[in-house]
């Protein structure tokens, strides 16, 4: 099993930055993609960046240019640095980690940290 944690969300003006952390804990041997997503209410839940264990990045294209994803393999760790924040980008952010199962991968998810940007 695999717990994620995040941390880092709260509220930001427009043109602000925020960073979120999020860390794996539990017994499995290695995590294969990390990333982020994030959900508005009523909407579904969208990708915002991933990366691979080798370091490939994915963007959404609303997110390219301001957000920086990274991780950090030796702890587990996936960043999500957001710069010039704008409103339309509050939402729950959920930390997503995979790690290779026998036939498939299996996905976990964390509980989720709040970016409220105001205008």
């Known amino acids: 099993q695999v717990q994620l944690v995040e941390a880092g969300g709260g509220l930001v003006q427009a043109g602000g930055s925020l960073r979120l952390s999020c860390a794996a804990s539990g017994s499995f041997f290695a995590l294969n993609v990390m990333g982020w997503y994030r959900q508005v209410p009523g909407k579904q839940r969208e990708l915002v960046a991933t990366?691979?264990?080798?370091?490939?990045?994915n963007y959404a294209d609303s997110v390219k240019g301001r957000f920086t994803i990274s991780r950090d393999n030796a702890k587990n760790t996936v960043y999500l640095q957001m710069n010039s924040l704008k409103p339309e980008d509050t939402a729950v952010y959920h930390c997503?980690?995979?790690?290779?199962?026998?036939?498939?991968?299996?996905?976990?998810w964390g509980q989720g940290t709040q970016v409220t940007v105001s205008s």
């Open positions: 997503y980690a995979d790690r290779r199962g026998l036939y498939t991968n299996i996905p976990y």
């Open positions: 990366i691979s264990s080798g370091g490939t990045t």
